[in-house]
Structure formats: structure tokens, C-alpha cells
């Protein structure tokens, strides 16, 4: 590919599932139309997502931090403790994914060099390559992560019996391990559609990312529109399946435990009404870009102006992607007390407070006495059995 310095795109020279450009605009040149844009370029894909990235860092390790402080083991049952792991794999994947989009921000997306490149500008390069597999793998091992916890949580609540023993740490655990694994062999072809390209220029030499041949465009094709079904469709029509019946529960249960106790639950359920937010975000932030990526990759003529209006909502739209890897510290904050009040006591350093039921306490007495007699009483004994305190 022969191209010079000022023809090296400063974004879309690969297909990035999160497009990251750090090419500084200079000032002063060009039209206002083109200042505008590498403004807009410069405002997207820079100090929003430099902005993004850090909060998503500090609120996974605020996540992580809090759900350490979770006493289970010992005290709540298989299906518990399994939700809980899934939580605190998520918050792992989401902050490894925040750390590596920041570290991608930081790196230039093109390294101009002297007569010889030195070491650390042939690392920026190669890293910039190279960060198209995990970052691509981190995204859809978050998104399989939360269809693990969705259909888990739907066995646990909609199927409690059955989910006795396919629902715990050990089948968590693998279930995770095959999704990472399986993510990063999948997104490998993806990784082999670029390459590091070096040009010279007035006896200096500059590295840049650019597109390789690879392998055929019609099995590309064929590629991305399997990659956009495994990766987006049956995931979030697993997790709108599993949402549909959770919400049902929640509404059973709470009519239940009205009757029951004659009175509004305390705490709710936590882990099942905090999932389905979850649920709700990552459908209405992450499909519309990953919907738009698919596009990009059968129609890429579209998208081929870095400045036109279809990439500037793109990387607007990829912006809310982005927010989907930084939202849960927000979302477990807003909806659950227990999490607030853990977190409060360990800034203020004092020990956190003790979660679960108490054992023989009025509502766990009125779920016993009607366990026969009602099959609805029945669903949310269970319930309360898999609930988890965030």
C-alpha cells in the first residue's frame, strides 16, 4: 500500500470494534471544515474515551474491592456463590478491557522515526496491532460473561430444582475459561486481516497499521456475519428471553411477599433486579454500534471518509459501548443498599456490615408455613434462597 505521512488515515485504517485515533489535529491548517473534524476526532476518540476508560477502571476496582468483602462461603447455597463469581468475573473483564482501550489511547496510531526506529516506538506500533485481538476478545467475553449470569440467574429463580447442580462456582468457572478461550479464537482472523506497514520518506521510515490481504473478501464476509450472530444476536436474544421471565418473578414475588408479610420487602431482590438492569443497559448501549460495525463491514464504502457523518456517529455511537465497560459501579450503587453501605465502610475503613437472612426470621417462617400450599410461595422460597447481596 503506497501511502505518505499526510495519507496515513488518522482512524478506520483498521476495523476496530472500539475505533481509537491519536493523531493530534495541527493547528492552524487546512479548511474550518477539516479543523472541525479533527476537532470532533480529537474530542471522540481521545478525551472522551480517555475520560471513560479511567472511570471504568476506578469503578471495577471500587466493584472488586466490595465484592471481596462478600461473605459466602459457609452461609449461602451453590447457586449463591456462582452469581457472585459471575460478578466479580465480569467487573475482571470490564476493568482488563478499560486498561487496555486506555493503554490503546495513549499509544499513536502511527510512529514516525528518524533514520532507525528505537525499541519503544517499535513496541507503540506492534501494540497497536496486536490490540485489536484482546481488546475484540474482552468485549465478547463481557458479553457472554452477562449471558452466563442471566441464564444462571433464570435457572436459579425459574427452575430452582433442576439448577441444583448445573448452577455453581465449578460450572462458572468453566464456563468462563471456554468463553475466553473460544473469544480469542474467534476474533484471530480478525487480527490477520491487518498488518504493520513500513514506508520511508526523505531517509526517515514511519510504521502505520494497515489492511492485508489476508483471507478471501467473500469469506470475510461470511465471517463477520457469523462473528455478529454469536457475538451480538443470540447473546441478546438469550438475555431478553431471560430478562422477560425475570421481570415475571420479580412481580410474582413481590405480590407474594406482600400478601406474606404484609409489607414492603426491605432489600428486594438484589442480584436479580440489579442483573436485569444490567441486561437492559448492554442491550440499549452496546447493539446499536456493534450493529452499525456489521454495516461498516458489508457496506465499507460508507464509512471510507474519516469525517463524514456516518463516522462521526459511529465513534459518537462507540462512545456508548464504551460506557457499558464503565456502568455497573453506577447501576450497583443506584439499586442496591448493601453495596452503598459496604462501600461506605470501607472508605471509612470500618468493617462492612453483615448481608443474608437471619435464619427464622418472620418472612423465611411465612415461606415455610405456605411451602405447601402454594406453588407461587414455593417460586419465591427459592428465590430468596438464590438471592445475593451485591
Known amino acids: 500500500m503506497d501511502m505518505t505521512p499526510s495519507d496515513v488515515p488518522a482512524s478506520g485504517s483498521v476495523e476496530y470494534d472500539v475505533i481509537s485515533s491519536n493523531q493530534t489535529p495541527s493547528s492552524g491548517s487546512g ?26 477502571i476506578l469503578g471495577n476496582i471500587l466493584n472488586l474491592l466490595v465484592l471481596g468483602q462478600k461473605q459466602v462461603k459457609g452461609t449461602v447455597g451453590s447457586m449463591e456463590r456462582s452469581a457472585h463469581l459471575g460478578l466479580v468475573l465480569l467487573a475482571v473483564s470490564d476493568l482488563t478491557f478499560c486498561v487496555s482501550l ?44 452477562m449471558v452466563i449470569l442471566a441464564y444462571g440467574r433464570y435457572r436459579a429463580v425459574c427452575h430452582p430444582f433442576q439448577a441444583r447442580g448445573s448452577v455453581n462456582t465449578k460450572v462458572t468457572w468453566a464456563l468462563a475459561g471456554v468463553v475466553l478461550v473460544l473469544a480469542a479464537a474467534f476474533n484471530l482472523p480478525d487480527l490477520l486481516q491487518s498488518t504493520v506497514v513500513m514506508k520511508s520518506q526523505n531517509e526517515s521510515v514511519y510504521y502505520y497499521i494497515a489492511k492485508s490481504p489476508g483471507m478471501p473478501k467473500e469469506t470475510m464476509m ?10 451480538i444476536c443470540v447473546p441478546v436474544i438469550i438475555q431478553i428471553f431471560c430478562t422477560f421471565y425475570l421481570i415475571r418473578a420479580l412481580k410474582e414475588s413481590y405480590r407474594v411477599r406482600t400478601t406474606c408479610t404484609n409489607q414492603r420487602p426491605e432489600s428486594g431482590h438484589r442480584i436479580t433486579s440489579t442483573l436485569i438492569v444490567l441486561i437492559i443497559c448492554f442491550v440499549l448501549l452496546v447493539t446499536p454500534v456493534e450493529s452499525i460495525q456489521f454495516v461498516k463491514h458489508l457496506f465499507p464504502g460508507s464509512y471510507s471518509q474519516p469525517c463524514s457523518r456516518l463516522n462521526i456517529i459511529y ?14 459501579f453506577v447501576v450497583y450503587c443506584l439499586l442496591n443498599v448493601h453495596f452503598r453501605s459496604t462501600l461506605r465502610a470501607l472508605l471509612c475503613c470500618r468493617s462492612p456490615p453483615a448481608g443474608g437472612s437471619r435464619p427464622g426470621s418472620q418472612t423465611e417462617r411465612c415461606y415455610s408455613t405456605r411451602w405447601k400450599t402454594n406453588q407461587a410461595t ?11 447481596d451485591v
Open 31 to 56: 479548511s474550518p471544515a477539516e479543523v472541525t473534524c479533527k476537532l470532533e476526532t480529537v474530542l471522540l476518540d481521545d478525551v472522551l474515551q480517555r475520560v471513560l476508560c479511567v472511570v471504568g
Open 102 to 145: 486506555l493503554a490503546k489511547t495513549c499509544v499513536p496510531d502511527v510512529v514516525f522515526c528518524g533514520p532507525a526506529c528505537s525499541s519503544t516506538q517499535l513496541a507503540q506500533i506492534w501494540f497497536t496491532w496486536f490490540h485489536i485481538l484482546p481488546g475484540n476478545t474482552l468485549i465478547l467475553t463481557s458479553t457472554w460473561l
Open 222 to 231: 461470511y465471517y463477520y456475519i457469523f462473528r455478529f450472530i454469536i457475538g
Open 315 to 328: 465513534r459518537s455511537l462507540n462512545l456508548l459501548q464504551i460506557t457499558n465497560f464503565s456502568l455497573n
Open 378 to 388: 414455593t417460586l419465591m422460597m427459592t428465590f430468596s434462597e438464590a438471592e445475593t
